[in-house]
């Protein structure tokens, strides 16, 4: 579970959490799969894969780009699930209550890394070691320029994976544990 500081009563906030872990390899970093993207991939395919619209398997015969694009999918489903406005899930400026889908803002950074040709354009990164990309605070004071050039055209309305059904479980399972202590 994660042991941040406390969230607004979200009192089940890291029960789903996990890492992906997708070869023998140590755990890459976002860094590290935004480079490989940048490396294998495209931004088109990028967004076939966000929208859901097909298959790495459909969109490429290259191994190495079907692999890293197999990592995004990994990854756009870590933040659906850990990310949004439920109880076990952090809190998120991209959530359905805010019009977006938890996956856009890894849209966003894809699109900053592909329209500079370079990982390294994202300017404000956790703990300052390139691990994970972020917004050096709220995004909410985030440039404005950046947001509506890079973040804006992904962010979309509905199609979020924590609704009807799958939302329904993953708050019913949550009940069957108890309250993560870090957060009262």
């Known amino acids: 579970m994660a042991t941040n500081k406390v969230e607004n009563g979200k009192t089940k906030r890291g029960l789903f959490d996990f890492k992906i872990k997708v070869d023998s390899s140590t755990n890459k970093t976002h860094y590290q799969i935004l480079n490989d993207l940048l490396a294998f991939s495209s931004l088109p395919n990028c967004v076939n894969v966000w929208t859901g619209a097909c298959s790495p398997q459909s969109l490429t015969t290259n191994v190495d780009e079907r692999f890293v694009l197999e990592e995004l999918i990994l990854m756009m489903f870590e933040q659906e699930i850990n990310w949004g406005d439920e109880d076990y899930q952090a809190y998120s400026a991209f959530s359905m209550s805010k019009f977006a889908k938890p996956r856009d803002v890894l849209m966003g950074f894809i699109n900053i890394v592909f329209t500079n040709r370079t990982v390294d354009a994202i300017p404000n990164w956790q703990f300052g ?18 947001k509506n050039t890079y973040f804006k055209p992904y962010r979309s309305h509905g199609g979020g994976l924590m609704q009807g059904t799958m939302k329904e479980l993953f708050g019913r399972t949550s009940l069957l544990f108890l309250n993560n202590p870090i957060y009262k």
């Open 129 to 146: 070691n390139k691990s994970t990309p972020d917004f050096g605070g709220a995004y909410g004071k985030y440039d404005t320029t950046l």
